[in-house]
C-alpha cells in the first residue's frame, strides 16, 4: 500500500478553534454533533493564543488551554492543541490549517467547524480564501435560521457559498473546498453570559463541565472580570 493510497483511506479530521473563555456545552455539543454528522474521527480543538480579530482574551492563554483539557476528557475523538497557545505571534486560522495539512498530507479531509456568526464574518479574516484551498467549511446553524441563507449574505462570501456549498456530507467527500451547512441543537449558551454570571458570583453549574467549573473556582478565574 503506498502512503498516497493510505492517506486516501484515513478518515477525514475536524478543526475547531476559538478563545474557549471558558469552554462550555455549547462548544462541547456542536462539535460531538459535527463528529457524528461528518464521520469525524477525531476533532482537534485548538484554543487562540493571541486572536488577531477581536481584543485579547482577559484570560490567559495557559488558563484557557487546561480548561479545554478538563472539558475533553473522557472523549476519545476530542483532542486539545496547544500550537496557537505557544505561537509568539498572532494566531491566524489560515496558518494553523496550512500546518495541519504540511502534517496529515494533502488527501486527508480536514473540515473548519464555525458557527454562523464567524462564518459571516469570514471576509474579515487574514487570507481568507485560502481557507478553501485547506479545508472543508462546517457551519453550524439552527433550525429555522435564515442567517446564512444564500440570499442574505453580503459579497464576497455570497459568491463563495454559491461555488461551494453541498447539499450533504456525501457530496463534499474532498479534502478541501465545500462549505456544508449543518442543524444543530440549540443551546444558547455563551461564553461572554457566563464571565458575568461569575462576575457576579452566580452559579454556573449545567452550563458547562463540572472540571472547568471547579478549574475555575480554584483559581479564581472571572471572579473580578
Given at each position: 500500500m503506498t502512503g498516497t493510497f493510505a492517506d486516501k483511506a484515513a478518515p477525514p479530521i475536524g478543526v475547531f478553534g476559538g478563545t474557549f473563555d471558558p469552554i462550555h456545552f455549547g462548544h462541547l455539543r456542536l462539535a460531538e454533533e459535527m463528529a457524528d454528522a461528518l464521520g469525524l474521527e477525531r476533532i482537534l480543538f485548538i484554543p487562540a493564543g493571541q486572536p488577531p480579530h477581536r481584543a485579547a482574551p482577559g484570560t490567559a492563554a495557559a488558563h484557557r488551554l487546561a480548561m479545554v483539557r478538563r472539558a475533553l476528557a473522557g472523549n476519545p475523538r476530542f483532542e486539545a492543541d496547544a500550537r496557537e497557545v505557544a505561537r509568539p505571534q498572532p494566531s491566524y486560522t489560515v496558518d494553523t490549517l496550512a500546518a495541519l495539512r504540511a502534517?496529515?498530507?494533502?488527501?486527508?479531509?480536514?473540515?473548519?467547524?464555525?458557527?454562523?456568526?464567524?462564518?459571516?464574518?469570514?471576509?474579515?479574516?487574514?487570507?481568507?480564501?485560502?481557507?478553501?484551498?485547506?479545508?472543508?467549511?462546517?457551519?453550524?446553524?439552527?433550525?429555522?435560521?435564515?442567517?446564512?441563507?444564500?440570499?442574505?449574505?453580503?459579497?464576497?462570501?455570497?459568491?463563495?457559498?454559491?461555488?461551494?456549498?453541498?447539499?450533504?456530507?456525501?457530496?463534499?467527500?474532498?479534502?478541501?473546498?465545500?462549505?456544508?451547512?449543518?442543524?444543530?441543537?440549540?443551546?444558547?449558551?455563551?461564553?461572554?453570559?457566563?464571565?458575568?454570571?461569575?462576575?457576579?458570583?452566580?452559579?454556573?453549574?449545567?452550563?458547562?463541565?463540572?472540571?472547568?467549573?471547579?478549574?475555575?473556582?480554584?483559581?479564581?478565574?472571572?471572579?473580578?472580570?
Open positions: 502534517e496529515l498530507g494533502a488527501a486527508r479531509p480536514l473540515w473548519l467547524l464555525l458557527g454562523a456568526d464567524a462564518f459571516l464574518g469570514l471576509p474579515g479574516w487574514h487570507d481568507w480564501r485560502k481557507l478553501f484551498e485547506l479545508a472543508n467549511i462546517a457551519v453550524a446553524t439552527r433550525a429555522g435560521a435564515q442567517a446564512v441563507q444564500l440570499g442574505a449574505i453580503m459579497e464576497p462570501l455570497k459568491d463563495e457559498m454559491s461555488q461551494r456549498v453541498a447539499a450533504d456530507v456525501r457530496s463534499a467527500s474532498a479534502p478541501a473546498g465545500s462549505i456544508l451547512l449543518r442543524e444543530m441543537t440549540p443551546l444558547d449558551i455563551s461564553a461572554t453570559a457566563i464571565r458575568d454570571l461569575l462576575a457576579r458570583h452566580g452559579s454556573a453549574r449545567y452550563l458547562l463541565p463540572d472540571a472547568v467549573l471547579d478549574y475555575i473556582h480554584e483559581l479564581h478565574l472571572y471572579s473580578s472580570q
